[in-house]
């Protein structure tokens, strides 16, 4: 179970920042360097790597890092845990899905996971709950930004599962990080299967 999360709003601003600033350099990357797939793969395991040691030691550019970007709970349980799910869910479409379809899906988790949490986000447990206008606003940030890799109506469709994928997983219970996996998977999916 996860634990209960105090909100520091500043904290949560800079993650917000870090997230998408990340999700558009894997975006960038990816239409401009072949062996993105590899340097995803060889960045997650040495992330993994550096997070592994960081909760037995403190390294001096990544300790900061982490009181700069990385909730307290996780510095002492996996450090980075959110940037390296974003990293492997965005290497997972890469691998399983066509440029474009995985171009949109990490489009659509850079920028509709930041906004759905952008208004009011009350954390109990493992319940996330998140208010309708932030739930819009994530949408139409995903759908927007997958624009740019897929038809208009494919945008809208796979952002809209995206959205109910991640409402049913927090709901079950689900890590509130673990959607940076779960939200390119489901609109990759989508996108896969949609025959229009």
């Known amino acids: 179970m996860i634990a209960d999360f105090k909100v520091d709003k500043k904290l949560e601003l800079r993650r917000k920042i870090l997230h998408i600033s990340v999700g558009i350099l894997i975006i960038l ?3 401009l ?29 990544i300790s900061f890092l982490l009181e700069k970007f990385e ?12 940037l390296l799910f974003f990293v492997a869910g965005s290497l997972l479409v890469l691998k399983l899905f066509p440029k474009e379809i995985a171009l949109a899906s990490i489009a659509i988790i ?16 493992i319940f996330k709950l998140k208010n309708f206008k932030s739930m819009i606003l994530g949408f ?13 109506i494919k945008a809208l469709i796979a952002s809209f599962f995206a959205a109910i994928t991640e409402s049913f997983a927090i709901y079950l219970g689900a890590d509130p990080v673990d959607d940076n ?11 896969y299967l949609l025959p229009i």
């Open 33 to 61: 360097i072949p062996q993105i797939k590899w340097i995803l793969f060889f960045a997650l395991i040495f992330g993994i790597f550096l997070s592994v040691v960081s909760v037995y030691y403190e390294l001096p550019v």
């Open 181 to 191: 996996i779960l939200i390119p998977l489901a609109a990759g999916t989508v996108l």
């Open 140 to 152: 139409a940030g995903g759908a927007i930004a997958a624009i740019f890799f897929v038809s208009p």
């Open 110 to 125: 850079t920028f509709s996971d930041p906004l759905f949490s952008f208004g009011k986000r009350v954390f109990k447990g």
């Open 71 to 82: 909730r307290p709970y996780y510095k002492k349980v996996f450090p980075g845990k959110g």
């Open 29 to 31: 990357s990816a239409v």
